[in-house]
T-cell receptor, first 113, second 115 residues
Framework: DAKTTQPTSMDCAEGRAANLPCNHS???????VYWYRQIHSQGPQYIIH???NNETNEMASLIITEDRKSSTLILPHATLRDTAVYYC??????????????FGSGTQLTVLP | DGGITQSPKYLFRKEGQNVTLSCEQN?????MYWYRQDPGQGLRLIYY???????QKGDIAEGYSVSREKKESFPLTVTSAQKNPTAFYLC??????????????FGEGSRLTVL
């Protein structure tokens, strides 16, 4: 299974961009990279996902390196409400074409006023 | 509003008692999941179900049971065989079993404390 490595914690100043890195050096060609976040004691929330190309939505941007061995989630203008644990996930197969998301420990992002 | 509803939010039980956690979704999703989260750790998959009347064990199914009699409902029973049941339990659903793309929608969780 492709595993991910993320820093345990990061700080970011309010209003600045938050760049959260993730290494997934064993990712295979058909595996997607997903990002979720979890605010304390709530269910995780989907942020974005991608395969090869960079992706952007209303919440964030996802930059995937050309070799796909790492990626960066960018929150362009972090707010205090972005303080959460951010999970970088690579899907893994469970049966046939079905896949599951395996959540590791994630990165605790703290946005500072 | 469409979403996933878990109940109860907090639950206290004595050791040796079975406990059933409710999960209902009105998103018309085919697939549903149960995860367990311990303090400071990520989520671990307990069971998942792709369609009604079918479910599969995840990574930590021992001591748990599920049923999927209706598309909207996927209750989880924490049995007395589960050695360390105190945890935060999260239910999720998705349109399919993430064959290609697709995101998980999570409920707000149920926190179970065994005394």
């Amino acid at each position: 299974d492709a595993k991910t490595t993320q820093p345990t914690s990061m700080d970011c100043a309010e209003g600045r961009a938050a760049n959260l890195p993730c290494n997934h050096s064993t990712i295979s060609g058909n595996e997607y990279v997903y990002w979720y976040r979890q605010i304390h004691s709530q269910g995780p929330q989907y942020i974005i996902h991608g395969l090869k190309n960079n992706e952007t939505n209303e919440m964030a941007s996802l930059i995937i390196t050309e070799d796909r061995k790492s990626s960066t989630l960018i929150l362009p203008h972090a707010t205090l409400r972005d303080t959460a644990v951010y999970y970088c996930i690579v899907t893994r197969p469970i049966s046939g074409s079905a896949r599951q998301l395996t959540f590791g420990s994630g990165t605790q992002l703290t946005v500072l006023p | 509003d469409g979403g996933i509803t878990q109940s109860p939010k907090y639950l206290f039980r004595k050791e040796g008692q079975n406990v059933t956690l409710s999960c209902e979704q009105n998103l018309n999703h085919d697939a549903m999941y149960w995860y367990r989260q311990d303090p400071g750790q990520g989520l671990r998959l307990i069971y998942y179900s792709q369609i009604v009347n079918d479910f599969q064990k995840g990574d930590i199914a021992e001591g748990y049971s599920v049923s999927r009699e209706k598309k909207e409902s996927f209750p989880l029973t924490v049995t007395s065989a589960q050695k360390n049941p105190t945890a935060f339990y999260l239910c999720a659903s998705s349109r399919g079993l993430l064959a290609s793309t697709g995101e998980l929608f999570f409920g707000e969780g149920s926190r179970l404390t065994v005394l």
